[in-house]
């Protein structure tokens, strides 16, 4: 019996410690250059940086020190932007922060192995009826688990169980449990589930995080720290809620 959230509470409970953290100068420069330059983010694949962004509210967790090398929006000046937020698999730094995604994966989801990751997965795929024909979940049967909120189960927050979705595949894949190409295929077909509820990046933002209060997918503390961090992702010049069109 899988509980998807029995702590993910902890995730964003460190987030709120590495929020704390002030960087040193050397370390602001050395992190922003092992950040995606703005004139590079084109060069990516859509279905990677927008399925990779719809799981930013969980991806920024493990990288706190965005916040303070990435300017808002009126400020012009930066020219760095946080590649792990809009790409995944293969990235700068990406060796350092590997072990805070296989902790987080086993705490949150279960999740420590690829059998393991492709069984949680095949539920969520089946809680929402999205068609796993021709892709590595076709013949998985998904977890037994218990849904302690209702709400899942309904498109009322679709926003909630998509970045969900998109959290486990992309750390799942930046952890060693699944192929990039097959993770992006399943990215496939998420992307147009959400795009059929939504219309926009701020309606998106909306209902994941309404979505994840009504359900209490965390508690007051970090209820608060991730309006914090939604509100980064809708007015930092550097997120990909502000550069990738929601309509390719």
């Not at 730094?93 to 902790?103: A, R």
């Not at 690829?114 to 796993?132: E, M, N």
Request: hydrophobic share 35%.
């Amino acid at each position: 019996m899988i509980n998807f959230f029995k702590e993910i509470i902890s995730s964003i409970k460190e987030g709120i410690e590495e929020g704390k953290q002030e960087l040193a100068e050397e370390k602001k420069l050395e992190n922003a250059k092992s950040n995606l330059k703005e004139d590079s983010i084109s060069n990516l694949p859509y279905r990677e940086s927008f399925g990779t962004a719809l799981g930013a509210p969980f991806r920024v967790v493990n990288f706190g020190d965005w916040f303070t090398l990435f300017k808002s929006l009126e400020d012009s000046t930066d020219e760095y932007y946080p590649i792990h937020l809009y790409s995944f698999g293969n990235y700068p730094k990406l060796e350092e922060h590997k072990k805070d995604f296989i902790k987080k994966l086993k705490i949150d989801f279960g999740i420590v192995d690829t059998d393991s990751c492709l069984k949680v997965l095949s539920s969520f795929f089946d809680l929402l009826s999205i068609s796993k024909q021709n892709t590595l979940l076709e013949n998985i049967k998904g977890a037994s688990i218990e849904i302690p909120f209702k709400e899942l189960s309904s498109t009322k927050y679709p926003a909630v169980i998509t970045c969900i979705l998109s959290h486990i595949i992309t750390a799942s894949t930046d952890g060693g449990y699944l192929e990039k190409e097959k993770a992006l295929n399943l990215l496939d077909l998420i992307i147009p589930f959400i795009k059929q509820h939504h219309n926009n990046w701020d309606e998106y933002a909306s209902s994941f995080f309404q979505g994840q209060s009504e359900i209490k997918l965390n508690n007051s503390a970090g209820n608060s720290v991730l309006k914090k961090y939604i509100g980064y992702l809708t007015s930092k010049k550097g997120s990909p809620w502000n550069n990738i069109n929601w309509q390719e």
